[in-house]
């Protein structure tokens, strides 16, 4: 296949691995153009494992949102006027800060979105993730995007602030808006969004309950207490950055069971302890989150021998760094037995916080879908499935069509005592 050889050019989002690789062998960074509505703007790419682990801790790639929205608004710029961005670069919350404020908040969310109230939360999402089962179709093409990974996150982060059902419906919307890249669009969902997490921030204060954000409006500490701010710039990251992870985390999970006529979708559902092997496999083979957030150069850096110049945009490319042969072994085949770490959900301050609530909720759909449907498989070819676009950050497919059945076929019964998942 002949293609420009660029991130984010015309091959990049249903071609992204092709494109990576071939990147990779150049060189460890590269100097590419994003597109942003109708205009661009030019940014820098690592490529690399080693390259990309050292500079997601580097303190001169700053994350800082009025630093980084400086530097949009000089690129995105018409006639003196400045763009209109979207909540996820001006709202206040860790994402885009730096330290000391950046470990302020973080310090105050992981006190009360700890692995117990996680865990504790495991029973709702088996309840929520039978319910979408249930409501699946057997025997003509179902779309697994649409009908499972991406209601249960956002219902699940519903029900961990505590946004009554029958709100969750415009939450979807509202969410699937934003994460179209489409800066009209995710600019009214936005303030859409903003407007009734306000509300619910009151709510919270004069009724509160045993959710998350009843917790965070009751702290008491004066240096843990939040601004409404700083609790609405935390709601909004939950909603949208937590919730486009793991849709993404759990389609590429599913296709990428279903590929190989389908044997280790059937090696899961008779085995659920393969599952957390499979999932931080899945996490690596087909990262959800296609590039870290943005950063900017504090300094003129130099990284795999390139000088990134001061004021310049810096893009970490997990969805390269995670196949990147000089780390991995075999990297572009599936081996649920891995044993080396990636870079799936970051790494330093900045990794991600809710990883155990995105593995939970992963491993109970997967696991679900694979015990009520052994015989399910893809209703097109692998190679006709097409990537969410022209998203920069998550790695997420448009739609998966599947066709579920309730009874496996296997050809041969020695298979499913095979070791799944090696080269």
Known sequence: MTMEIAFFGRDWWNHAHAVAAALRERGAVHHAIVPWGEQEIP???????????????????????????????????????????????????????????????RRVL??????????????????????LVDDLALGRPEDLISGMAFPLPLYVICELIGVPEEKRGALRAWTYALM?????????????????????????????GDDLLSALVQETADEDRLSMEELLGTLFLLFVAGHETTTALIGNSLAGLL????????????????????????????????????????EPVTIGGTTIPAGEIVLVSLLSANRDERQFGHADQIDIFRKEPNLAFGHGIHHCLGVHLAFQETEIALGTLTRRFPAARMAVDKAELVRRQPAIIPNSLADLLVILGSAAVVDDADELTASPGRP
């Open 180 to 208: 179209e890249d489409l800066p009209d669009r995710a600019k009214a969902a936005s303030l859409n969004m903003q407007t009734y997490l306000i509300e619910l921030i009151n709510t919270a204060h004069a009724n509160p």
């Open 259 to 298: 590929t190989d006529n389908g044997y280790l979708w059937r090696e899961v559902g008779q085995r659920p302890e393969l599952l957390p092997g499979v999932i931080k496999e899945f996490s690596r083979y087909d990262s959800a989150v296609a590039t870290a957030t943005h950063r900017y150069t504090t």
């Open 43 to 105: 940014v820098w790419v690592i490529a690399r494992y080693s390259e990309a682990r050292d500079a997601l801790s580097d303190p001169r790639l700053s994350k800082d949102g009025a630093g980084l929205i400086k530097i949009l608004n000089k690129h995105l710029t018409v006639d003196g006027k400045e763009p209109e961005l979207s909540a996820m670069f001006t709202a206040r919350h860790m994402v885009f800060l730096d330290p000391p404020d950046h470990t302020r908040l």
């Open 110 to 131: 992981a006190k009360h979105f700890t692995r117990g109230r996680i865990d504790r939360l495991k029973p709702r999402i088996e309840k929520m993730t039978a319910k």
